[in-house]
């Protein structure tokens, strides 16, 4: 599975991005996907996933309410709407694939990462 990300830009406090996570390889459909991001000199942090149907999702707390992870997978595509959007959410973020059909907040848990693409809010 190869992955590409994109989406990403420089915002305001407020406003709102969509990042789009494309993926390559007849394995998409039967892997969780997640985002995580990462800033400077601090580990990569958990984000969000989805399980394999779409069905399933979860958030950190950070993120939770304000942030909403999808897939569609005729498509393979996972994406990543991001509102209210706070200084705080500055980071690259990275889509993964995990090994299995559900995800969770540990990167050692996931095969496939896209490149990362750089969200920044100013306040």
């Known amino acids: 599975v190869q992955l590409q990300a994109s989406g990403g830009g420089l915002v305001q406090a407020g406003d709102f991005l969509r990042l789009s996570c494309a993926a390559s390889?007849?394995?998409?459909?039967?892997?969780?996907m997640s985002w995580f991001r990462q800033t400077p000199g601090k580990a990569r942090e958990f984000v969000a996933t989805?399980?394999?149907?779409?069905?399933?999702?979860y958030y950190a707390d950070s993120v939770k309410g304000r942030f909403t992870i999808s897939r569609d997978n005729a498509k393979n595509m996972v994406s990543l709407q991001m509102n209210s959007l706070e200084p705080g959410d500055t980071a690259v973020y990275y889509c993964?694939?995990?090994?299995?059909?559900?995800?969770?907040?540990?990167?050692?848990?996931?095969?496939?990462w896209g490149q990362g693409t750089l969200v920044t809010v100013s306040s």
């Open positions: 993964a694939a995990a090994r299995s059909s559900y995800g969770s907040s540990d990167p050692t848990d996931y095969r496939y």
């Open positions: 390889g007849r394995m998409f459909s039967n892997n969780a």
């Open positions: 989805i399980n394999w149907t779409g069905r399933t999702s």
